[in-house]
């Protein structure tokens, strides 16, 4: 019997409309300020084929080494919910599920991404949910910017 993936859930209220959320995953030149980006790198290269089947490359000049996190994205829905794998083969050969839902509130959206870490990779579970954490703080740096 297969051991079941580790689930890492964020959850975070956005005081903006769930279309714009959504957008900024697909369009590769906001994702680019934001999705897989850390405070002390520079992104030096964000494609997204936001298509079902379609591939994203984010890679991220880190202490002098590109890393790099490619993915397919498996289902969208606009503007309510964005499924795709991604992975980075730096590290490892694993890929890791990711379904991200945008729900509409009255004072905005609220955004919830569910990482499926599979039995390999649960020891990057605690890092994984601070670093989602530190990402939406970054979207909503990203979108609150003119």
């Not at 005081?15 to 850390?38: C, H, Q």
Request: proline letters at 7%.
């Amino acid at each position: 019997m297969s051991e079941k993936p580790t689930l890492i859930t964020v959850q975070r209220q956005m005081p903006f409309p769930a279309e714009r959320v959504y957008n900024a995953w697909m369009d590769a030149s906001i994702a680019g300020k934001w999705l897989f980006a850390t405070p002390l790198g520079t992104m030096v290269k964000a494609e997204t084929d936001p298509r079902v089947g379609g591939k994203f490359t984010f890679t991220e000049l880190r202490g002098g080494e590109e890393v790099e996190h490619v993915g397919e994205y498996l289902e969208l829905d606009f503007p309510s919910k964005i499924v795709f794998k991604f992975g980075v083969p730096k590290y490892t050969n694993e890929t890791q599920r990711v379904v991200v839902t945008i729900a509409s509130t009255e004072t905005g959206c609220e955004l919830t991404v569910v990482q499926e870490c599979p039995p390999a990779l649960a020891w990057i579970a605690k890092n994984a949910e601070a670093g989602w954490k530190g990402l939406l703080e970054g979207l909503a740096v990203v979108l609150t910017t003119p």
